[in-house]
């Protein structure tokens, strides 16, 4: 899967890809009127891995309803980061993949970045995520 896949899959879940260029900040998800748009600042992303983890990231916030204020209290911004984060794997690594790239011989992080066209940190967080769930 490769950031084009990404982005596909953003606007055909109807949500706004905003460019912009604001200092120190990577992206951000906003919601209102139960639209959603996600703000992407490409001169503070360093390399196209990065892209991929920041967009699915705020993909997450924006499917799974989890965006909040900047100055909410540290168990919703927890709360609504590891909802992000795990619709992200969800829908960008399903387990269904990483069975069959373990059926393909893979077993460790790089071998299945590299099988699945996917950034290694990206498979990582996925295995933590699936892990919580009792799923590997």
Known sequence: ?????????????????IHF?????KSVSVESDKKYGIFINHKE???????FIVVTHEYGHCVTGSTHPPHSPLDIISKHEYRADRKAVLDFLPIDKIEGAIENGCRFAYEFSEYLDIPEQFVIKAFQHYSAMNLI
Do not use: H, R, T
């Not at 950031?3 to 890809?17: L, R």
């Not at 260029?21 to 900040?25: F, R």
């Open 45 to 51: 992303i360093e390399s196209s891995d990065e892209e």
């Open 21 to 25: 260029g604001l200092p120190n900040i």
């Open 1 to 17: 899967m490769n950031i084009d896949n990404v982005y596909e899959k953003i606007q055909d879940a109807g949500i706004k890809v």
